[in-house]
C-alpha cells in the first residue's frame, strides 16, 4: 500500500494524502506503520522530497519504523543504490519477510519490513538531487538491455569503477608510477605489480625476483610483454594501452582471490562470517590492499578478524581486531617497517575516528627482537608488535637515529 492510500484510509482528504506520495526520483514506497502517523506527518512533517537517505540523517529519536513496497519496475540493487543501503542487508531482509522469495526477482505490492535500526546501515553522504527534473531514457533493444543487466549485475557483485580508481591511486602513492626496484630488490612495475614473466634486461630474459635488476641498470628492463598471474587467470601487459589499464586488470584479478580467501575457511583458525559482497567499501578496499602485497595464509586468519569487525556498527567495532592484521610481515625480512607501513596504511582504511595510524615508531633490537609502535597523531600508542629482526634503526645522511616514519613515509628523529 503506498502512502497516499494509507493516509486516505486514515481520513485524510485526497489532496492532504498526495503530498506524501513518493517524491520524484525516488524509485519505491516506502511507509510508517499506523501508529506512527502522528507523531511523523504532525510537527515532523516528510516532506515531497525526503527518501529514506535523508530520513536517515535525522537524530535517532526521529526515525520511526519503515516499510519498503516494491513498484513496478523496481529491484533490490536499484533500492539499495538510491537508498544507499548495503544490498546484502536490505537482501537478508527481505529474504526474512518472503523465506521463499527470490531476491533477484520481487514483485509489485510485495512489502519490506526494515528493523528498528535500518538507519544505522545508511551510509549517509551525500545524495543526488532528487528535485531535478527527470529525462526519460531512451527506449533500448532487447540486445541493449541484456548488456545493461549485465552491468547491473557487475555493479552488486564487485567494487565499482570510482572505487577501482581510488585503489589504484593510493598504489600511484604507496609504490609510485615508475617502474623500480623495492626493498626486497624485486623489479616493480608501475603500480606495484611485480610480474612473472616476460621481463628484459638488455634484450635477455631475466626474473624480476631474481635479483638481476638494479636501479643502476633499471633503464635497460623492458617490460612491455611482462605478464602477471592471478589466480588462474595470466594477464599480458601487450594487451593494455597503459600501466594503469594494466594495474587495474590485475587489481579486478586480485579482487576474485581476495573474495575466495576470506569466505573460505579452509587452514582457517578465525573464519570469517559473513559474505565478501556485505563488506562496506572502506573494507574492500583493506582487504584489496592485503591482497595485492602479501597473501600468506596467516594474514588471511588476521584479516577475517578486521572484515567481521566491520560487519558491526562502528561503535562495536574493537580496535585489536581490527588492526591485528598490521602483525603480518615476515621476520627477517629486510624491509619489515615498509611492510608495516603499508599494512597501517590499509588498516586507516577501516579504522575507527581517532584511532588512525599517524606515526611508525622503531626501538633499537633487543635479545635479537624488534619493536614497532603503530601510534596515533598525539603520539599515543595503539598497538606494539615485536619481531624477530635485529634491524637497526633508520638513520639519515648525518648518521642521526630517525626513529619515527610517518604514514607518508618521512623519517623523523621526534615527533
Known amino acids: 500500500m503506498s502512502v497516499a492510500n494509507e493516509m486516505e484510509s486514515l481520513g485524510l482528504s485526497k489532496e492532504e494524502s498526495l503530498r506524501y506520495q513518493r517524491p520524484a526520483g525516488d524509485p519505491y514506497d516506502f511507509y510508517m506503520d499506523d501508529e506512527h502517523f502522528p507523531e511523523l506527518y504532525g510537527k515532523k512533517d516528510l516532506t515531497p522530497e525526503e527518501t529514506l537517505h535523508s530520513i536517515a540523517k535525522r537524530p535517532p529519536e526521529e526515525i520511526p519504523p519503515i516499510k519498503l513496497e516494491i513498484d513496478s519496475g523496481d529491484t533490490l540493487s536499484e533500492i539499495a543504490r538510491n537508498s544507499h543501503i548495503p544490498l546484502g542487508k536490505l537482501t537478508g531482509w527481505y529474504k526474512e519477510t518472503y523465506p521463499e522469495g527470490n531476491p533477484d526477482v520481487v514483485h509489485p505490492g510485495e512489502e519490506i519490513t526494515l528493523p528498528d535500526d535500518w538507519h544505522t546501515y545508511v551510509e549517509v553522504g551525500e ?43 593510493s598504489f600511484a602513492t604507496t609504490e609510485t608510477t615508475d617502474a623500480h626496484v623495492d626493498g626486497r630488490n624485486y623489479f616493480t612495475m608501475p603500480y606495484g605489480v611485480v610480474p612473472d614473466g616476460g621481463v628484459t634486461l638488455n634484450g635477455k630474459p631475466t626474473s624480476a625476483t631474481a635479483g638481476t635488476i638494479t636501479k643502476g ?174 634491524t637497526p634503526v633508520h638513520r639519515d645522511k648525518k648518521k642521526t637515529k630517525t626513529p619515527y616514519i610517518t604514514i607518508d613515509g618521512v623519517w623523523k628523529t621526534s615527533i
Open 127 to 169: 545524495e543526488t538531487d532528487v528535485s531535478e527534473p527527470v529525462v526519460e531514457a531512451p527506449t533500448m533493444t532487447f540486445d541493449e538491455e541484456v548488456a545493461q543487466l549485465d552491468l547491473d549485475h557487475l555493479d552488486t557483485t564487485s567494487m565499482d569503477n570510482t572505487v577501482y580508481d581510488s585503489a589504484l591511486d
Open 217 to 390: 641498470n633499471l633503464s635497460k628492463v623492458d617490460y612491455s610483454k611482462a605478464t602477471k598471474r592471478v589466480g588462474n587467470t595470466t594477464l599480458n601487459r601487450a594487451d593494455y594501452t597503459t600501466d594503469k589499464e594494466f594495474a587495474g586488470a590485475v587489481l579486478k584479478e586480485f579482487e576474485k582471490v581476495a573474495k575466495d580467501k576470506l569466505e573460505s575457511d579452509s587452514g582457517k583458525t578465525t573464519a570469517f562470517t559473513g559474505s565478501y559482497d556485505d563488506l562496506p567499501v572502506e573494507a574492500k578496499q583493506a582487504v584489496l590492499d592485503l591482497a595485492w602485497n602479501y597473501q600468506q595464509s596467516s594474514a588471511w586468519n588476521d584479516t577475517a578478524l578486521m572484515a567481521n569487525e566491520m560487519l558491526k556498527r562502528p561503535a562495536e567495532r574493537s580496535t585489536h581486531n581490527l588492526i591485528k592484521f598490521t602483525q603480518n610481515m615476515s621476520s627477517n625480512d629486510t624491509n619489515q617497517i615498509g611492510l608495516l607501513r603499508r599494512r597501517a596504511i590499509a588498516y586507516n582504511m577501516v579504522a575507527k575516528e581517532g584511532d588512525e595510524v599517524a606515526y611508525i615508531k622503531q626501538g633499537d633490537p633487543v635479545s635479537g627482537k624488534t619493536t614497532y609502535d603503530l601510534l596515533r597523531e598525539d603520539g599515543t600508542t595503539i598497538k606494539s608488535w615485536k619481531k624477530d629482526n635485529a
